[in-house]
């Protein structure tokens, strides 16, 4: 299978391109709940991260072979937005390929999940904890993983049940993928790029978001000043599914400005 082939993407709807990148665990279909709003307004481009959903895998994951097989099916230019992974994924090719990124949005993400001194984040051995049990037992740690997604806001119940609605019958991972991804969730540190970044950014962020402090967007307006921020007061993990309609508004206010 080609680079070209490898990459799976819907593309729907008129207007300025934009590419949506879905997190750790799930694929593209996890955007339905605004695709309809959204496609009235951009040229949307849904793309299944290598080794998720209907895009095959590839023999090492980094985020520049990730962000290379990507790329190899999408227009020349094109905003990105990537939800917790898929953020950083997008971060990256926001730094890497700043002529082929218009614009920036984050959801739910950062530059460098795991916390240290003077930063934010999860342990690290949450995802080496992950990884023991995605090898044990991968189904049940997809869901548990979908429950932290939703939990802390007021609709976690609904979320968590939305979200496993659209997956429901959906091409499940590649373990191989996983483990890669949960690596690189563990290892990745953009702080020093991002700090550089010339695309303008937009980062969005929940308040009751158990992977990503909220504070987190406090480090990350010290690294790059001039970047765009918004926090939904009744989400977690998934504003796109928390508050649609706001999550919406936010992204075309951004991209047409």
Sequence with gaps: MSIEQRVYCRVIGQGENLVLLHGWGVNSVVWKPVIEQLSQHFRLYLIDLPGFGKSGGLPEYTLQTIVDAIIAVLPERASWCGWSLGGLVASYASYIYPEKVTKLIQVCSSVKF????????????????????????????????????????ASARKDALTLKKLLAGTEPAETKALLAGLDLLNKSDLRGQFSQLTV???????????????QTSKEMLHLLAKSQQKTFKNSAHAPFISEVDEFNQSVINFLID
Excluded: H, Y
Aim: overall charge neutral; charged content about 15%; glycine content about 10%.
């Design 200 to 214: 303008p950014c937009l980062s969005l962020f929940g308040q009751f978001d158990s992977l990503i402090p909220v």
């Design 114 to 153: 795991v916390a240290n001194t003077g930063w934010p984040g999860v342990e690290s051995s949450v995802f080496d904890n992950f990884k023991l049990a995605v090898q044990t037992d991968r189904n049940k740690t997809l869901g548990r993983f979908i429950a932290i997604q939703a939990m802390g806001c």
